[in-house]
């Protein structure tokens, strides 16, 4: 059994040998700049000390849109944390398209328990576009009072300086929106912490790596904060009315008027509750997908990110090469033997220091260690599939993810040379 392979592994050897040693060595590279990079995002030291700083800069009303469908799990505990800030003046808009939503209920609920704060339920069923997100969006937007705008999906939870520290950047004229990583929670059974796996130790790393290297390419619906200004700069939410990639493409229309993208250093939380293995693969494909089609030299290039599967190539490829009887043969098949050996190590130890860093006590780090390998294939599979097909399939329906020709109102708001893939970005969402 093992002839045509070692036969396979050896001939032409140079080349598939340090192909192969090549591959291993980028993945374990790329493993251990996620396993360090950006430690300190999200730690408790640094939240204060934001939120010192946005306090200090007397915090400006800001207007929160929190657009819904339907009752998620954990929906009231989620919208609670909003009504928990300590921002000193701040609007809830809630809305759904439907008086029938299960979502009022849930809001009903949140305007009983907080009777002091400002929310309003908005119902309107006004369509706007394909993107019935952004219709409500829309919506919404007609009701905010404030200049200060922060707009975050249904199932984020957030901590009380929450508001002070995403708004505070916005103070300085260059700076256009400010987002926020996340990490996931895993709501039920199996499958849900598969999933959990998928943000906290592929997305997550990935965006940190992206963003010490200088990236500000990515805009997630965790959070959104802009100025009116910058919103009416871009076209309003009118601009995206039609694009899947609504978060995507907010940030970067405001990015194509030179204003920057900031990172901000709170790190929101957010629940990932697929119950099945096939709701998990559409989701995770449909965001793989968009990532394909926003940046298909980048999407193409993720396949050094999937660590396992290099790992178990390194090994084979040793065992192989091993086997076929050159180690003492020449100084090349021993080098090969020995960077193959480092590869492989480094790359196992880097990802058991990102599972470690992404697990956050040692209980989760032993329950979760027998699914990093299934996380890792499971991913590399949804790439390759994710590498054909022009449609994703987004609440029950068959979206396409083509880049539709802009619409007026967004061509006028940006400058005539912009050019821009209406897809989302890959903010895991």
Request: hydrophobic share 50%; with cysteine; charged share 15%.
């Amino acid at each position: 059994m093992t002839g045509p392979l070692v036969s396979a592994l050896t001939t032409p050897w140079p080349e598939l040998v340090w192909l192969l040693v090549a591959l291993c060595s980028a993945a374990a590279f790329y493993g251990l700049v996620a396993a360090f990079t950006m430690p300190r995002l999200g730690t408790a030291s640094l939240v204060r000390e934001a939120a010192r700083r946005a306090r200090r800069a007397q915090p400006v009303p800001v207007s929160v849109l929190k657009p819904l469908c339907g009752a998620e799990p954990r929906l009231y505990e989620n919208l609670a944390t909003f009504c928990e800030q300590r921002h000193p003046r701040f609007q809830l808009l809630f809305g759904v398209s439907s008086p029938v939503d299960p979502a009022i209920a849930v809001v009903r609920r949140l305007k009983a328990a907080y009777p002091g704060h400002d929310i309003e339920l908005v119902v309107d069923p006004s369509v706007h576009g394909s993107n019935l997100k952004v219709s409500n969006l829309i919506n919404l937007a007609a009701r905010a009072r404030y200049d200060a705008i922060v707009v975050a999906d249904s199932d984020i939870a957030v901590e009380p300086d929450y508001l002070e520290i995403v708004t505070a950047p916005l103070a300085d004229p260059e700076v256009g929106v400010v987002t926020c990583l996340y990490s996931a929670r895993s709501i039920g059974g199996f499958w849900p912490r598969v999933g959990a796996l998928f943000i906290n130790e592929w997305f997550a790393p990935s965006v940190r790596v992206a963003h010490s290297t200088g990236s500000r390419a990515f805009g997630f619906g965790a959070t959104l904060a802009l100025s009116r200004a910058t919103l009416e700069r871009i076209g309003g939410f009118a601009a995206l009315k039609d694009c899947l990639a609504d978060d995507y493409l907010l940030a970067r229309y405001a990015r194509d008027h030179g204003l920057a993208t900031v990172l901000a250093p709170v790190v929101v939380a957010t629940d990932v509750i697929e119950p099945t293995f096939g709701a998990l693969w559409l989701r995770e494909t449909r965001w793989l997908r968009t990532i394909r089609s926003v940046n298909p030299a980048g999407f193409a290039s993720l396949f050094i990110t999937f660590t396992t599967p290099w790992l178990v190539l390194g090994v084979l490829g040793y065992a192989l090469l091993a086997a076929s009887g050159g180690m003492g043969t020449c100084a090349a098949t021993r080098t090969a033997l020995a960077a193959l050996a480092t590869a492989t190590t480094g790359g196992i130890i880097a990802r058991l220091v990102l599972h470690v860093r992404a697990s956050g006590s040692w209980g989760t780090f032993w329950r979760d260690l027998p699914l990093v390998p299934l996380r890792d294939v499971l991913l590399a599979l949804q790439w390759l599939a994710a590498a054909f097909g022009s449609h994703v399939i987004w609440r029950g329906v068959r979206v396409s993810v083509a880049n539709p020709e802009a619409g007026e109102t967004s061509a006028m708001a940006r400058p005539a040379n912009s050019r821009r893939p209406a897809v989302e970005g890959p903010d895991g969402r």
